[in-house]
């Protein structure tokens, strides 16, 4: 059975930076796309970056492109999600999910895996 399990959420003051990490169970982690996504209240769930099976390609929303780093670690069945700069409108649920099917991946749909969740709140 797949599991993924974030932490490092927490809270931030605007400007400061967070690690989130994801950790997979399952024998089959390095060959699964990778990626985040997050939800504000009163929102729907939106992508924020994805990292392809082999860490070679990254693609990141728009809003956080300079400021968020996705990558992985295939030994340790973990990814991660560096945050530097942080905004109050970072604010909101953190979740990682899992693709077996490495395409369209800024789609919530690409991905049969999610963990839990784990919150990040900005203060201005």
């Known amino acids: 059975q797949v599991q993924l399990v974030e932490s490092g959420g927490g809270l931030v003051q605007a400007g400061g930076s967070l690690r989130l990490s994801c950790a997979a169970s399952?024998?089959?982690?390095?060959?699964?796309?990778m990626g985040w996504f997050r939800q504000a209240p009163g929102k729907e769930r939106e992508f924020v970056a994805f990292i392809t099976a082999n860490g070679g390609t990254t693609y990141y929303t728009s809003g956080v492109k300079g400021r968020f780093t996705i990558s992985r670690d295939n030994v340790k069945n973990t990814v991660y999600l560096q945050m530097t700069s942080l905004k109050p409108e970072d604010t909101a649920v953190y979740y990682c999910g899992g693709s077996t099917r490495q395409r369209r991946l800024a789609l919530r749909d690409a991905y049969d895996y999610w963990g839990q969740g784990t919150q990040v709140t900005v203060s201005s």
């Open positions: 399952g024998r089959t982690f390095s060959s699964w796309a």
